[in-house]
């Protein structure tokens, strides 16, 4: 595995979970957005706390390469991709430049930064609250 990056869950609400991806430097890569916390429900739920192996594979959803998290617990296919508000994922993380009341902006901008760092190598995304 190569690099280790950490997602700290800072603000969560009944709508939304915002966060922010640090490099493993400690070095603040962009915004995170994704659903609020319901027990892992499908769809509904961010994923569990916890430490993830990252791979760059093909999204036939978003026609396109992208991180996918590996052995998330009882769910399948959580990406990290481009969106703005929580109707734009099903439990995968969104990346944004700037943090809105409970969106993010200039997804694609963030997106497309996290993209170039990573240069295609695997990671490990450790997830942890801090709120």
């Given at each position: 595995?190569g690099?280790?990056?950490?997602?700290c869950?800072?603000?969560?609400?009944?709508?939304?979970?915002?966060?922010?991806?640090?490099?493993?430097?400690?070095?603040r890569i962009?915004?995170?957005?994704?659903?609020?916390?319901?027990?892992?429900?499908?769809?509904i739920?961010?994923?569990?706390?916890?430490?993830?192996?990252?791979?760059?594979?093909?999204?036939?959803?978003h026609?396109?390469?992208?991180?996918?998290l590996?052995?998330?617990p009882?769910?399948?296919?959580i990406?990290i991709?481009?969106?703005?508000?929580?109707?734009?994922?099903?439990?995968?993380?969104l990346?944004g430049?700037?943090?809105?009341?409970?969106?993010?902006?200039?997804?694609?901008?963030?997106?497309?930064?996290?993209?170039?760092?990573?240069d295609?190598?695997?990671?490990?995304?450790?997830?942890?609250?801090?709120?």
């Amino acid at each position: 595995m190569g690099m280790n990056l950490t997602l700290c869950r800072d603000d969560q609400n009944e709508k939304r979970t915002h966060g922010i991806l640090f490099s493993e430097d400690g070095d603040r890569i962009c915004e995170t957005l994704e659903l609020p916390w319901k027990e892992n429900q499908h769809d509904i739920s961010c994923i569990p706390e916890g430490s993830y192996e990252c791979k760059l594979l093909y999204s036939p959803i978003h026609r396109r390469k992208l991180y996918w998290l590996q052995s998330v617990p009882n769910r399948i296919a959580i990406e990290i991709h481009i969106g703005n508000t929580v109707d734009d994922t099903k439990g995968c993380i969104l990346l944004g430049t700037v943090r809105l009341k409970d969106s993010i902006g200039a997804s694609r901008v963030a997106f497309d930064k996290f993209m170039e760092l990573m240069d295609g190598k695997d990671f490990t995304l450790t997830i942890e609250k801090n709120i």
